[in-house]
């Protein structure tokens, strides 16, 4: 899937943090995006435990949308939301196509760091990697 297909909802400051990442080639944590940043991040956590998973500005639209609904071969029906990082996962399992949800993308499961509550799934495809994490086990949280 070319780049130009998961386009990054984005202020001012994360734009230019991805300039000073791009050149240095590092990629800043949760806690430092939000140093660099005028705003505090709204943390996204774990239902279960509480764990900071994400944040509002790690939100990306992937084929055209933030949010999709899917579901597995067992009938469970999955709403997902798209997320460029998810510091607080675990990425588990080896990659696999079979079943993936987006076309050209491998997946993992994303487990919670926390309790290991599965919150979605790691997809990777060539250069482009992104979460898709369950919308109904993350809830909103204060600021980091």
């Known amino acids: 899937m070319p780049l130009s297909t998961i386009t990054a909802e984005t202020r001012k400051s994360d734009s230019l943090l991805f300039r ?4 240095t080639g590092e990629s800043p944590t949760v806690k430092e995006q939000e140093k660099q940043s005028a705003e505090p991040l709204e943390g996204i956590l774990c239902r279960a435990c509480g764990t900071v998973v994400t944040s509002r500005n790690e939100k990306i639209v992937v084929s055209g ?9 067992a009938g469970i029906v999955f709403e997902l939301g798209c997320f460029r990082r998810a510091p607080g996962c675990r990425n588990a399992g080896e990659p696999t ?12 499961f994303a487990l ?7 919150l979605g799934w790691f ?3 060539g250069d482009n990697t992104f979460y898709g994490l369950i ?4 809830q909103e949280g204060s600021n980091l």
Request: aromatic share 20%.
């Open 123 to 125: 997809f990777e495809g």
């Open 20 to 23: 000073v990442d791009h050149l």
């Open 65 to 73: 949308s933030h949010a999709h609904t899917f579901f597995n071969p």
């Open 135 to 138: 919308l109904p086990n993350l």
């Open 112 to 118: 919670c760091s926390g309790c290991r509550a599965h």
């Open 97 to 108: 196509s079979e079943f993936t949800w987006f076309a050209g993308y491998l997946w993992r």
